[in-house]
């Protein structure tokens, strides 16, 4: 006759080994599932975004990668940079940046590896964008006057293929652009010209570094988008307003903007009244579009997404204002910026009703039913999603643009 300490300890064990039980049976109902809809098991602790067709995975401290049918191309041979484990590469070029971790100006602190995963430079600072060349500040120096100089080198494959020195920004009231390049330029605000390096000024150059256009006695606020760009000056009354200057540097648009304006997408740009309403105006400065709605975004593909907060409606509109079509239910949404593989924005949303969420065209037409217990943003035909399935257990991966589940992540959560 068995003891009862016996017993009770049989008791736990048979306890413990039902609920392995079910939680092996569960993995391989998942595992024959995904076997049956074409998805791909990736076990990882970490996932991020996918960049350029391909998305990060972390196993323990090392960094691997993934391409967008989960198939892994590089094993997970790149050390994690900083102490914040979450902190995930950047995939620019083919280049792997590794980000130690970022300031309050969005520069970081980073380590560079090449494709194949060997590092090619460590301890580098800069601006870590989505395209070449990428700004590091590779020196601080005293000029003759003893104010404050950086030296940008501009990387591209991980070399270094030209400098350009400009002086560091000491009136806090003026607004900084970071040098990144939009379109293949970029301004370059305070640029210290070799030849006269008693004064700066802002220029435009090509990725090259060749000097494009000398912008002299403007105050841009951004970089250049469809050849013009926000900057900011005295009208005729001697008003402080926003307009927008051409690559040339001849004004566009009249300093008449009391709200700095936003970037031209798709032939128009967003503009602020004092009751904070936005609406949109065109390349000569006229008001196509009044400021009517709560919230609105850029135009692209001839459509635009827009939020009427006194009636609860969403509309995606037209480039003459006409309503194209009205989303109801909806009490969330963002756009996302997907690329050139899909030529239509996407726009997530979440539904009023259900509170899941699901995703639209740019045209209003369906792509993902609201299902999903977050979406995230769609790159390279990938999003991130959570749903949840009938016995309330989460799945997690990456859906493709009709919400199917292509990859699937099994988490294992190992810590530092």
């Known amino acids: 006759m068995k003891r009862p300490e016996k ?33 791909v098991i990736v076990n990882a602790d970490q996932v991020s975004d996918f960049q350029n067709g391909y998305a990060f995975i972390r196993k323990g401290k ?4 993934i391409d967008t049918t989960g198939k892994q191309t590089l094993d997970c041979v790149i050390p994690n940079a900083g102490i ?11 280049c792997i940046y590794v980000p130690k971790y970022y300031d309050d100006n969005g520069f970081a602190s980073f380590n560079l590896y090449d494709i194949k995963g060997n590092v090619i430079q460590k301890e580098l600072y800069g601006l870590l964008e989505s395209v070449e060349p990428v700004p590091i500040i590779s020196k601080y120096l005293k000029n003759q006057n003893k104010s404050d100089e950086i030296q940008y080198s501009f990387l591209s494959g991980g070399k270094t293929i030209f400098t350009k020195t400009v002086l560091k920004e000491l009136d806090p009231l003026s607004h900084t652009i970071n040098p990144v390049f939009k379109n293949g330029i970029c301004v370059l605000k305070h640029y210290i010209d070799p030849a006269k390096p008693q004064k700066s000024l802002t220029i435009i150059i090509d990725k090259k570094g060749r000097i494009i256009h000398k912008l002299l006695d403007r105050d841009l606020m951004d970089q250049f988008y469809e050849g013009l760009a926000v900057c900011k000056g005295k009208n005729n009354f001697g008003e402080l307003k926003y307009g927008y200057i051409d690559t040339l540097n001849n004004l566009a648009i009249d300093f008449k903007f009391s709200y700095q304006p936003g970037n031209f997408s798709d032939g128009l740009a967003l503009v602020e009244n004092k009751e904070n309403k936005w609406g949109y105006i065109d390349k000569l400065g006229n008001m196509v579009i009044q400021c009517e709605y709560d919230k609105a975004y850029s135009f692209s593909n001839g459509t635009a997404l827009v939020c009427d907060y006194s009636t609860n409606n969403t509309y995606i509109i037209g480039k003459s204002g006409n309503k194209i079509k009205t989303l109801t239910n909806i009490i969330n949404t963002s756009k996302v910026d997907v690329e050139s593989d899909v030529r239509n924005r996407i726009i997530i949303y979440q539904d009023s009703k259900t509170y899941k969420f699901g995703a639209i065209s740019n045209k209003g037409n369906i792509l993902v039913e609201p299902k999903f217990e977050e979406i995230k943003h769609f790159n390279s035909n990938r999003a991130f999603a959570i749903l949840k399935n009938k016995e309330s257990k989460e799945i997690k991966g990456f859906i493709n643009l009709v919400g199917e589940y292509v990859i699937i992540i099994n988490y294992n959560y190992n810590q530092f």
């Open 84 to 94: 914040d484990m979450y902190i995930a590469p950047i995939l620019i070029g083919n």
């Open 7 to 39: 017993l009770l300890n049989s008791t736990k064990l048979n306890k413990t080994m039902k609920k392995l039980s079910f939680k092996l049976l569960f993995l391989l109902l998942l595992f024959l599932n995904t076997l049956a809809c074409g998805q």
């Open 62 to 65: 090392m960094w691997g990668m």
